[in-house]
């Protein structure tokens, strides 16, 4: 197993949101969370990244197996597209940009400063930089955000070959990725109403 | 660990960046004590180490928010935290870049502005020894300072607030080395001070730093 | 037994059991304050002969030196709120260093002020750079700086985290700047010529009235701290009330 998370509780902001959440990903397995807005997915996947402590349970990964994705893509406009994808490559210790450049379609963008790419360009390059992370678990928060159809075509490849390569996928999203996997929906798994974890004392 | 400060120089060098701000804010700071206290030589060159000492601190002060808000805002700081840079090496390595954008050019222009004060000939020397030594330290002070405030909207003001009174120590030490200096007097003991408070902030103030940002990271 | 003791102190960190004890606590403490304040200043004010150098602006010290005395050490005690906070996680002491701070501010505010009221007459001037008047001014900023990042963060528990963080490094700062305008000032005067040293202007007579005052002092921030501490809990109390209202 790359992940496995047993009765995990987590909060935000304080306030429990999901409780008893257990799964577990294996090699080219992905899984698909699936929820309401508000349920609790980017806490979640915040958790299992490590930027969180979780309320309870525990997760079991690798040190350093996990490459998170979120909302905001940390690109520089300063910086041209291939600046940003080697800082991360580096950052990661990993060498050759192309493969992640070729993947996203981002060849010919290379030398534009990120800031004058269109919206679903950003993301696609936010999504090359799991690429050249060279981590096995992918944890993506609404990776689709922004894409049209074409680059959600290009996303679901990149998916479908880290699988291939023995890597595992977590990814909050809404749209069908046309991939094969399991789907999982916290919807269930909403914490019962009671006071936040600080909070208890006071009551 | 070379790229992301690679990437911190390159980032403050390009447009919008900010390098030179500080530059530009201490030669007007100088340029307006004159103005303020009148242009008696004697005096000028008599307070010159020490206005040429708080104008390198303020000018410090000024890009104190930049270490971290711009990566706080565009998701960068989450993303380098599940790197696998350990958060002290991420906050010293930030400080240095700070210093090496802000500091260092700092330490060059004094003796340049040192003219505009009339500081005696003794004194270029050690104005330039001192803010060389001090000035790491107001970094490594400053990125605590930065890493405590990166939450919080519009944390500027407060920054200031909570990074001045830290900058206390550094700034007698420092400024008394260049005044002795300045002077004809025995510099020794006030730059050994001031060379404990830098070695003693860079070795432990990381840690202070890393924990905050986790904390605000959570 | 030993075990059993220090285990019923720590069961005091419980808000509930806090606020129990303090409410039995409170009226005890606050009028003992009233009483050594009003007995300690009167006595200091009124009963006391004139000192045959400052005359009578010597009385000030029974303002100056106790307000003086609890601005380091109100400091000192959130030092210790912060790092039991940050040890073992009550919630009490967080709030208690929080509450605290606020006056520590206005004993610091006053320890300068009637500094200041005292300089005038004795040494001709409102205010020098004397190294411990300097020392109290950059408290002062500290405790500014606290009192300020604990106003500027929404999530109580963050706000505890980094204020105690602060007050740890402060500290260390707090007391480097200490020395380092101790060094400062020497290096301004050739050996300082004015002396604020209590000790030496005090008399026996004086002596008695001034260790009341400072019972009174003590006897106030605690008063105060306890009062206000209660408020904090009571605010958090109601956040919480309100939060398991909203998820009904």
């Known amino acids: 197993m790359l992940l496995t998370v047993h009765d995990l509780a987590v909060a935000r902001g304080g306030v429990p949101v999901l409780e008893g959440v257990s799964f577990a990903l294996g090699p080219g397995e992905a899984l698909i969370l699936r929820g309401p807005n508000g349920s609790g997915k980017t806490t979640l996947l915040r958790t299992v990244a490590g930027l969180q402590p979780p309320l309870a349970g525990r997760i079991e990964a690798a040190p350093d197996a996990i490459a998170y994705a979120a909302h905001a893509d940390g690109l520089k406009a300063t910086l041209t597209v291939a600046e940003n994808l080697t800082f991360w490559a580096r950052i990661f210790g990993t060498g050759d940009i192309a493969p992640a450049l070729a993947a996203f379609d981002l060849e010919d963008l290379a030398d534009r400063p990120a800031g004058a790419l269109s919206a679903g360009q950003k993301r696609r390059l936010g999504l090359a930089r799991l690429l050249v992370t060279g981590r096995p678990v992918w944890a993506l928060d609404e990776p689709t955000v922004s894409l049209d159809v074409a680059s959600v075509g290009l996303f679901a490849e990149a998916v479908r070959r880290h699988l291939g390569q023995g890597g595992a996928a977590l990814i909050a999203t809404h749209i069908d990725l046309g991939l094969e996997a399991r789907v999982f929906d916290v919807t269930h798994l909403k914490a019962r109403p009671r006071a936040s974890a600080e909070d208890e004392a006071f009551l | ?213 986790r904390i605000n990271l959570r | 037994m030993e075990q059993r003791a220090s285990a019923s102190l720590w069961e005091w960190a419980n808000p509930v059991k806090f606020l129990r004890l303090t409410e039995w606590l409170l009226p005890w403490v606050s009028w003992g304050a009233a009483i050594c304040l009003a007995v300690g200043l009167v006595w200091g004010f009124f009963f006391t002969p004139d000192d045959f150098r400052q005359g009578s602006t010597v009385k000030i010290i029974y303002l100056h030196v106790p307000a003086a005395l609890m601005a380091i050490n109100i400091w000192i005690m959130m030092l210790a709120a912060s790092l039991v906070w940050v040890i073992r996680r009550h919630h009490v002491s967080a709030l208690a260093a929080k509450a605290a701070a606020p006056v520590g501010v206005v004993m610091t505010l006053i320890a300068l002020v009637t500094g200041a009221l005292w300089g005038q007459p004795m040494w001709g001037t409102w205010w020098a750079w004397d190294p411990r008047l300097t020392s109290f001014l950059i408290l002062f900023l500290f405790y500014l700086g606290y009192v300020a990042l604990w106003e500027a963060i929404e999530n109580p528990d963050t706000a505890a985290d980094l204020t105690a963080v602060l007050c740890l490094v402060g500290s260390v700062f707090a007391l ?42 003590v006897l106030l921030f605690v008063a105060l701290l306890l009062l206000r501490t209660r408020t904090e809990i009571r605010a958090r109390r109601i956040k919480a009330l309100m939060a398991r209202e909203r998820m009904g």
């Open chain 2, 1 to 213: 660990m070379i790229a992301l400060l690679s990437r911190d120089l390159a980032l403050a060098v390009r447009a919008g960046g900010g390098f030179g701000l500080g530059l530009a804010f201490f030669l007007i700071v100088t340029v307006l004590v004159p103005f303020g206290v009148g242009p008696d030589t004697e005096l000028l060159s008599r307070i010159a180490p020490g206005i040429l000492w708080v104008g390198a601190l303020l000018a410090c002060l000024l890009s104190l928010d930049r270490i971290f808000a711009l990566d706080w805002e565009d998701g960068s700081l989450d993303l380098l935290a599940t790197a696998p840079l350990p958060l002290e090496a991420l906050v010293s390595l930030k400080a240095l870049a700070h210093w090496i954008t802000t500091g260092l050019p700092l330490v060059l222009a004094a003796p340049v502005l040192g003219v505009l004060m009339s500081l005696p000939p003794e004194g270029y020397l050690w104005i330039v020894a001192s803010l060389a030594v001090g000035t790491p330290a107001l970094s490594v002070i400053g990125t605590f300072g930065a890493a405590l405030t990166v939450g919080i909207k519009r944390g500027g003001l407060l920054l200031s607030l909570l990074v001045l009174p830290l900058y206390v120590p550094t700034l007698i030490f420092g400024a008394e080395v260049a005044r002795r200096g300045a002077e004809g007097l025995a510099t020794a003991t006030p730059l050994a001070l001031l060379g404990g408070v830098t070695c003693g902030t860079i070795a432990l103030l990381p840690f202070a730093s890393a924990a905050v940002l």
């Open chain 3, 176 to 217: 480097l700047s200490r020395y380092a305008v101790l060094f400062w000032n020497q290096g301004l005067h050739q050996g300082a010529s004015l002396s604020l040293d209590a000790e030496e202007n005090v008399h026996d007579v004086f002596y008695l009235p001034l260790l009341v005052c400072i019972a009174g002092f």
